[in-house]
């Protein structure tokens, strides 16, 4: 698994990328002052407040992971964190800072990529940390209640004897909250399965950017009362209020779970393996992973595990990670050898060949593989991350014209770009284009975009499949909105927070 203790390193100041979060968005706002820091000392106790300001005078050091995102991109200047323990305590501060008008930025895991969750200036950062308590679990409706900053795995280990799981699972896992997963509206390894958080969502309790608390924490699966709100603010990042509690629906847990990682000896075998695999697999698919050779191949360089020996992935220019859950272990099992076996006797295999999981250890081990692309990019160099949604089809096109972009720019070297590598979720068209550099520089900055998301605009694809807007992606929200749809989310933005407060230069132009 990979967890995100990076998350929590103390990172050295450093240039911000992608500093594309307009001027005007900090028009009337104000840094917090000592008298702030006074105020807030009344609504929490001395240890739940961080702050470089008289009379707390924090080390600056403290203040670092929650300024710096953890691949060490985007650095903000907050001079104060505040850690409330409930939605009370988060509704009196947010109605200060709009009274005051200081702009917050609700934090969680800060594990995003898209610097959604880090400040852009000095706002004050609202950190969900110490909220992390269940509420409630009903284990015949399946539906949990939980404060927003409870951590995923957490809920996960809560719900395993239970027999529930969160229907989400990301790399991140170990480090993500609740709230900041509903805010960015994370998509993860199994949405193929579960489908996206707008669906298993049930309600959301919300502090608005004036103080008042919105409570929808309903628990009915069916509800068609009226406007449904609590969309708005599933995949807003924290422009609309913060997300302080979760009812969410919990998925029955698989009996049985099992996956095999199949090489193919070309891309073009991809989309007939799906079909093939759907067809066969039917009920019991859960994930259908894709990754191209060279990330499996940096995976394996820096330590995430290796599925097959250097002699069977000889020829093989993509790998697929196939998992399968179900009720019944014996049905389950009989379903995925009668697959391998027809693709492997087939006239014109899709495959080279595969390795199917035989234990715990094993199925966890496969899994590494995959949830550890994102930490093997980032040991390789700078990564210019790219999350997209595109045609199936058109997956190995982007990598390749991407790379023909750089090369043209004489960009394509070790001293620049060493790697364009491609991998994502087969089942949703969610495709991340990695560009590991030696160094992040405007060179490579400008030979990338807008081309990236020029070529995404002529698939009629999105720019952001699964990781938000956050500051990096502002300025190309065109390229996924037409321009009627953006004012109307400038009108909802400004109907919400007329003065601007909540994070601030983020998903707006």
């Not at 800060?110 to 284990?139: I, Q, Y």
């Not at 993509?318 to 019944?328: A, P």
């Not at 790379?403 to 720019?409: A, F, I, V």
Request: aromatic share 6%.
């Amino acid at each position: 698994m990979l967890s995100r203790q990076l998350a929590r390193r103390v990172f050295l100041r450093a240039p911000r990328r992608w500093a594309h979060s307009p001027a005007a968005a900090f028009n009337g706002l104000n840094s917090v002052t000592e008298d702030d820091l006074a105020h807030f000392a009344k609504i929490l106790p001395s240890s739940a407040i961080l702050s470089t300001l008289s009379p707390s005078a924090t080390p600056p050091a403290e203040l670092e992971p929650f300024n710096n995102d953890w691949m060490n991109k985007y650095h903000g200047r907050a001079t104060t964190v505040l850690k409330p323990r409930t939605t009370q305590e988060v509704s009196e501060i947010v109605k200060w800072c709009n009274q005051r008008r200081i702009g917050i930025v609700p934090q969680g895991g800060n594990t995003g990529l898209v610097g959604g969750s880090v400040p852009v200036r000095d706002e004050v950062v609202l950190s969900l940390a110490n909220m992390s308590k269940v509420r409630a679990f009903d284990d015949v409706s399946g539906i949990l209640v939980a404060d927003a900053g409870c951590i995923l795995q957490s809920l996960t280990d809560y719900l395993a004897p239970h027999n529930h799981i969160v229907p989400l699972d990301l790399g991140a896992k170990g480090s993500c909250q609740i709230g900041g997963n509903v805010s960015t509206n994370a998509g993860g390894l199994r949405l193929l399965r579960y489908g996206s958080l707008h669906g298993s969502v049930l309600g959301l309790e919300v502090v608005l950017p004036d103080g008042t608390i919105l409570d929808q924490l309903t628990s009915p699966r069916k509800d068609n009362t009226g406007y449904d709100l609590k969309q708005l603010f599933i995949g807003a990042e924290g422009t609309l209020g913060v997300v302080t509690g979760v009812s969410i629906l919990a998925a029955p847990a698989p009996q049985a779970s099992n996956n095999v990682m199949l090489a193919l000896p070309k891309f073009e075998n991809v989309l007939p393996l799906y079909k093939e695999t759907k067809r066969q697999l039917s009920e019991i698919l859960s994930a259908f992973e894709y990754m191209d050779r060279t990330v499996y191949d940096l995976a394996v360089k820096h330590g995430q595990g290796r599925a097959l020996d250097p002699s069977e992935v000889e020829g093989a220019e993509c790998f697929v990670l196939v998992e399968t859950s179900g009720g019944k272990r014996e049905h389950d099992e009989e379903k995925l050898n009668n697959l391998l076996e027809s693709l492997l006797e087939a006239d014109q295999p899709l495959i080279n060949t595969g390795v199917l999981a035989t234990s715990p250890a094993q199925f966890s081990a496969l899994w590494a593989i995959r949830e550890g692309l994102t930490e093997a990019v980032s040991k390789e160099g700078k990564a210019y991350k790219y999350d997209i949604s595109v045609p199936l089809h058109k997956f190995q096109e982007v990598v390749d014209r991407t790379k023909e972009q750089l090369r043209q720019k004489g960009l394509l070297h070790e001293n620049a770009v060493k790697h364009v590598v491609g991998y994502g979720h087969v089942g949703d068209g969610n495709l991340h284009l990695n560009v590991v550099a030696a160094a992040y520089t405007p060179e490579i900055e400008a030979a990338l975009e807008p081309f990236v998301y020029e070529l995404v605009s002529s698939y009629k694809g999105s720019i952001s499949a699964e990781h938000g807007i956050g500051v990096m992606k502002t300025h190309a929200l065109q390229y996924s909105k037409s321009p009627i749809s953006i004012e109307w989310m400038k009108k909802i933005k400004a109907l919400f927070d007329p003065n601007g407060i909540m994070n601030p230069g983020k998903v707006l132009p």
